[in-house]
């Protein structure tokens, strides 16, 4: 499921979630210039590998972050960075709002890379901004559970949605949890593991980071597009 868009109005402008976009482009934008040789360097230089867990290289779990193995997978990140991660912004404030980023990140790159460890996995390297997104997840269906979120199903590109954050938001970790369960851990491919690991972390630094007395109740109106 793609999501399109929500009906939560935000009440500041969300700098960071635009400059997070701006970042994670303008690098993968750099990755593609780069011959196979010397990105696949790149990838092992600044993406997060299993080992690294033992030595504590947390530098290299945020440097992953912002690293993108193709253009499908750089997209669908930002797609939900965007929809979901501006409503996180507002509700957090901006230096919040980063510190909750990246330790999602660090919460993600660190369940994975125990899981590959514990199953002889060493040197395949963790990239993309989807563990620290997966955190922004756990946070906005926690904030905003009854929110709609304007979303297509492929391949039925033609038909839009409206579904309730907290059956999208859900369905998706069950997605992520049912591959996990089926899926080798020592292989690459999709990161289940660190989804969850950035979900879970979410779900937990929500509540420590997140002052509702602070913020004003929303109304949830009737949907307009």
């Given amino acids: 499921m793609l999501p399109i868009k929500d009906d939560i109005p935000t009440k500041s402008f969300p700098i960071l979630t635009i400059l997070l976009i701006v970042v994670n482009v303008a690098i993968f934008l750099y990755e593609i210039t780069l011959p196979p040789k010397q990105f696949e360097i790149f990838v092992r230089t600044y993406g997060f590998l299993p080992i690294d867990l033992v030595y504590f290289r947390f530098d290299k779990a945020i440097t992953s972050m912002f690293l993108h193995g193709n253009f499908a997978h750089l997209f669908g990140n930002m797609l939900f960075l965007w929809v979901f991660g501006n409503n ?14 990246i330790l999602s990140g660090i919460g993600a790159a660190v369940m994975q890379a125990s899981i590959s460890l514990l199953a002889g996995s060493v040197d395949i390297p963790m990239i993309g901004a989807s563990g620290a997104i997966s955190g922004i997840l756990a946070a906005y269906i926690k904030l905003y559970p009854h929110a709609k979120v304007l979303t297509i199903i492929p391949p039925f590109f033609f038909m839009a949605f409206v579904l309730p954050a907290w059956f999208f938001i859900g369905y998706w970790f069950f997605i992520q949890v049912l591959f996990a369960m089926i899926t080798p851990p020592g292989v690459g491919g999709v990161a289940w593991y660190a989804h969850i690991g950035g979900f879970l972390t979410g779900w937990v630094l929500i509540d420590l980071l997140y002052k509702p007395s602070k913020a004003k109740v929303v109304h949830y109106s009737s949907l307009r597009w």
């Fill in 88 to 101: 996180v912004e507002d509700a957090l404030g901006k230096v919040k709002f980063i510190i909750f980023y």
